[in-house]
């Protein structure tokens, strides 16, 4: 790889300014000139990701996750625990004849309701929900509707979780069926990919932070879902458009995802900030200030999915998308011949590929012939190498 | 072209600042889901075979029976089989379980008496109405609990009944509970209009051997309430255990203090009667099991009418025979010769029996009109084939922690957004106005539609909701970047901003609708496999998905496309791309720059 960098800086005219000598890295970016190689740097992220699954798969394995009652079913209740202690409350339900060896006790505390205690065991009859409420009630001296309890039988819980599966699944089906209709296939796969590892980071984090996986939760899953599918298709409509303005020329199909991926970086950095602010507002103030604990949770699912969902369809998918098309007969001829650098940049800026080619190679017979520090103007070499559109005259009239 | 973009935006500034401003003049506003509003849901799944109609009847039933208990704003969701119920404010969940906990089973009660039948229709009725009720209180002398041994005198006809409905202490077979409720059955009926349509409760039960035509005199109404004094006597003082048949009588739970008619079976009860009245009834004599799953409404005699089959054998027949029997001889346990057919708690219908046995072939007949008629096949059919309904879930949420948690996301939504429009007005310089603009739009597009919805349809906005709604301003704002960055490359590569305006729509409007599309079918799959907060959440989705559509199309783009035009906009310092004009107006003449060098020759 790094012969072929080499190789086109040879070819670059010394008498030029680059763009990047003219701004800074921060004006490039605003005004949409970057010219990052993403697709000589894609083992960066691949190596990154896969690091980052790893951890995830080690976390599930050994602390696994933390199911809420919603899943798993069985009964949760909530006493104000000023006045009881685990012990007493572990008491009440062996007096009910609840087995309390499974029963998981929390302490939990909010600004507002003041400490907490939370028991959980598993399915339970409707009586002993209410005996055992009524006697935590006794224990804490409150009133009973001061108890709050949650049942849910395991088979409902067992329900719930497959329905939410098999509309995973036909959700999953849907949009490759979909995405493969609009676009091609292999962009399906990819955005999928993306998706499965954006998700799959999300919930590694909930398995090491031992969070308790409740409806909400699985809500903030899929707004992850959803939002990296998103990011991803407007990313690769910019590499559709691309591929069809290159499609004329013999350019690697790593340009056309260099290209995209520079044009869209701006756009991508924008609308991840425009959805993280909310949600970064949501967890710092909402549940930080205001101290919402119900938010939090849900917040930092979000907030990690987000930001894994705008990195993974530039770093994940668009790599993915070019190392599937690179075994095409098409472009394997092409492969490791990118553009990098001054090249790049130029066909970041609507430089037409077929005007590139014929170009670099003239460009580098007339270095070998001429002196060094010579101005160099390559003629336009075909229509194609200049705009793909020229814009219109201006009409005289108005229509 | 100019004054469709005109038109357009004017339309969608009026439908969304107007729809903002009926919600608040109406002073509606969106109903608040459990979570955020504290209460409890409770959710319930049929469990074995059931008829399909069963579901429905049971949705209704619970409906009716929140209602009557006054629970504001309830929420009864059916999601595929199972039924949810939110209660949003009731903090008792014994209450609550029993509230929804309907059986589906239909009973064959026979009628000792009935009362104000159909109160509203006809007033004359009314008037003879006290004069049956003295009766029972003199002969079933009910020592109710708070009015101890007094026997009722006679007193307006409010009055008598509302006493009456407490009776019974003394044979304590009668529970006070459904007394109460009955008060307020039959007050809550005296208000209800359409009640009068059924006030002729009293349709013949005939045979029809297999030929439907039977012996049917034309239906009197309201008939044998004055008749049944003195059977009544015997009956109270009957011991509730001794019912005809005891082997159909189901073991039922113990009832509770609840202000719902809980239906017992194995007592007397006084029972309200569909259309208005109520109805004292002895334990169950047979279940809706004896009927085959056949029942079906149509005209017998140029009158509309059900025709149920019996079941063959001991269950069926003989039970129905039995009843029929007694019932049609006037014996104690069914002095007014009717046969009350009671769901969970209401007596649906009270035929009087016509004939002592039948063979294969019930028909009930009457004054029904083709909407009763059919109601009453809806629920013969529902109880031949019982729903047995289970508890899945019970959820209490508190109140207080609902209420904080709604005023902390929306405070910290809106700080969200606005940090939101700050950034892109840093970014997009004057542009950022139409975002200013477009988000107040589509905000208030969204919260009248929600308010809309959530007075029509009984949809609530949860937090779940509230988190979708908070997620898609980034898709929102994500469209109108979309478009600005696209238009920025038009104009760099050198168009002029009118042109730059138009094309640049139509590319980024490509974009927006195939990532928007692929959020609708995610949210249409989740809406339609899933429940709970998730169905809640995959509707606000798809909603704000929408209106982002919505805006794109018929806001934003009328507003940049016509700014584009104003002199204004053509200098284009005004959105932050002046700076990379420059650039490609400096490298014109440079020529290195091939590309752009043949566009602005």
């Known amino acids: 790889m790094s012969s072929t960098i080499d190789e086109r800086q040879i070819t670059v005219e010394p008498s030029e300014r680059a763009l990047s000598e003219r701004r800074g890295p921060g004006g490039r970016l605003y005004h949409g000139e970057t010219a990052i190689d993403f697709y000589g740097r894609r083992w960066w992220g691949l190596a990154m990701s896969a ?28 006493v104000p625990s000023a006045e009881v202690t685990e012990d007493e409350a ?26 907490r205690l939370r028991l959980q065991v598993g399915d339970q009859p409707q009586e002993v929900v209410v005996a ?57 796969l990819a955005s999928i990919a993306a998706m499965v590892h954006d998700v799959v980071i999300t919930v590694g984090v909930y398995s090491l932070l031992g969070f308790e996986v409740t409806p ?57 900030l425009a959805a993280v602010l909310p949600v970064l507002s949501l967890l710092i103030i909402g549940s930080g200030i205001l101290g919402a604990v119900a938010l939090r949770e ?65 460009t580098r017979r007339v270095d070998a012939d001429a002196p060094v520090g010579t101005v160099v103007a390559a003629p336009p070499a075909s229509p194609q190498s200049v705009l793909t559109h020229a814009p219109r005259p201006r009409k005289k009239k108005r229509r | 072209m ?71 704003e309830p929420e009864i969701i059916r999601q595929g089989d199972a039924i949810v119920v939110n209660l949003p404010g009731v903090e008792n969940q014994q209450e609550a379980i029993e509230l929804v906990q309907v059986t589906g089973q239909v009973y064959l009660r026979p009628v000792m008496q009935c009362i104000n039948e159909g109160v509203e229709e006809e007033p004359h009725d009314e008037a003879e109405e006290p004069h049956d009720e003295e009766e029972p209180h003199d002969t079933t002398a009910p020592a109710s609990t708070a009015g101890g041994t007094s026997v009722p005198g006679d007193s307006a006809p409010d009055s008598t009944m509302t006493k009456s409905t407490a009776p019974d202490d003394t044979t304590a077979v009668i529970d006070t509970t459904p007394a109460s ?12 209009p359409p009640a009068g349509l059924r006030a002729p409760a009293a349709p013949s039960t005939t045979t029809a051997s297999s030929t439907t035509s039977p012996a049917t005199e034309p239906p009197t109404t309201a008939p044998a309430t004055t008749a049944s004094a003195t059977g009544d006597t015997t009956a109270t003082t009957v011991a509730p255990g001794t019912t005809i048949d005891p082997a159909t009588v189901p073991p039922e739970p113990a009832p509770t203090e609840t202000s719902v008619p809980v239906s017992d079976p194995n007592i007397e009860q006084i029972l309200p009667l569909q259309g208005g009245g109520l109805c004292q009834v002895g334990p169950a004599g047979g279940k809706g099991d004896v009927f085959k799953n056949d029942a079906n409404a149509g005209i017998i005699q140029a009158d509309w009418g059900v025709t149920v089959g019996l079941r063959d054998g001991g269950a069926g027949l003989d039970v129905w025979n039995q009843l029929a029997s007694q019932c049609f001889n006037g014996e104690p346990s069914c002095p007014s010769r009717r046969l009350a057919i009671e769901l969970d708690g209401l007596i649906v219908s009270a035929p009087s029996v016509r004939q002592p046995s039948f063979t294969g072939e019930v028909q009930i007949t009457g004054d029904f009109s083709e909407g009763d008629a059919k109601d009453l096949a809806r629920v013969l059919r529902s109880g031949s084939l019982p729903l047995r309904m289970q508890t899945q879930s019970v959820q209490t949420v508190s109140p207080t922690l609902g209420s904080d948690s709604l005023r902390a996301a929306v405070i910290s939504g809106v700080i969200g957004v606005l940090l939101v429009l700050i950034f892109m007005l840093f970014y997009y310089r004057m542009l950022a106005l139409i975002i200013f603009v477009g988000v107040t739009v589509s905000s208030a597009l969204l919260y009248g539609l929600v308010t809309l919805l959530s007075e029509t349809s009984g949809l609530t906005l949860s937090l779940a909701g509230i988190a979708g709604v908070i997620v898609s301003v980034g898709v929102t704002v994500d469209s109108y970047v979309v478009f600005f960055e696209r238009l920025k490359d038009e104009v760099r590569s050198g168009r002029t901003m009118r042109n730059s305006a138009q094309r640049g729509f139509a590319g980024a409007w490509r974009t927006i609708l195939m990532a928007d599309l692929v959020s609708l079918i995610g949210a249409t799959v989740l809406w339609y496999l899933t429940v709970g907060s998730v169905r809640n959440f995959a509707f606000f989705l798809g909603l704000s998905t929408l209106i982002d559509l919505v805006i794109a199309y018929m806001f934003t783009r009328p507003a ?19 700076a990379v004009q420059a650039a490609a107006d400096s490298w014109t003449g440079t020529g290195p720059r091939p590309s752009t060098a043949g566009g602005m020759a």
């Not at chain 1, 599918?229 to 303005?245: A, G, P, Q, S």
């Not at chain 2, 940049?560 to 002046?578: N, S």
């Open chain 1, 51 to 78: 690091l980052l699954l790893v951890v995830t798969v080690l976390s599930l394995i050994f602390n696994g996750l933390n199911l809420g009652i919603d899943f798993e079913g069985g009964v949760a209740w909530e």
């Open chain 1, 90 to 115: 572990r008491a009440i339900l062996r007096d009910n004849g609840v087995d309390d060896a499974g029963a998981k006790v929390q302490s939990l505390s909010s600004p507002e309701t003041g400490p």
């Open chain 1, 132 to 188: 055992v409420q009524q006697g935590l009630a006794t224990a804490a001296g409150v009133d009973i509707s001061e108890v709050t309890s949650n049942s849910v039988s395991s088979s409902w819980g067992r329900s719930i979780t497959e329905k939410a599966v098999r509309a995973l699944v036909i959700f999953l089906v849907l949009v490759m069926l979909f995405i493969s209709w609009r676009f091609e296939w292999r962009m399906a």
């Open chain 1, 216 to 272: 909400a939760t699985v809500v903030a899953f899929l707004t992850i879902l959803g939002f990296s599918l998103y990011d991803t298709i407007v990313v690769f409509d910019k590499v559709r458009e691309n591929t069809v303005k290159f499609s004329s020329a013999r350019a690697p199909y790593a340009d056309t995802i260099n290209v995209s991926m520079n044009q869209v970086l701006m756009r991508t950095l924008n609308t991840s």
């Open chain 1, 298 to 362: 849900f917040a930092l699912a979000l907030l990690v999915g987000l930001i894994t969902g705008s990195y993974s369809s530039i770093f994940i998918a668009a790599p993915l998308l070019a190392m599937l098309h690179e075994r095409e007969p098409k472009y394997r001829s092409l492969r490791g011949s990118h553009a990098t650098g001054r090249e790049l940049e130029r066909l970041v800026l609507g430089g037409s590929p077929g005007g590139h080619r014929h170009e670099s190679a003239r």
């Open chain 2, 2 to 72: 100019r004054r469709k973009l005109l038109f357009s935006l004017v339309a969608i500034l009026i439908i969304a600042y107007g729809g903002l401003l009926a919600a608040l003049i109406t002073s509606s506003e969106p109903t608040l889901g459990l979570d955020l509003q504290g209460g409890i849901s409770v959710t319930q799944q049929p469990i074995g075979d059931y008829d399909p109609v069963a579901l429905d009847l049971a949705v209704d039933r619970i409906r009716d029976r929140v209602d009557s208990l006054g629970v504001s």
């Open chain 2, 181 to 192: 409720d009955s008060t307020e059955g039959a007050s809550g009926s005296g208000a209800q």
């Open chain 2, 560 to 578: 940049v496309l016509l700014l584009a035009r104003t002199k204004f906009m053509a200098r284009r310092r005004v959105m932050g791309i002046e």
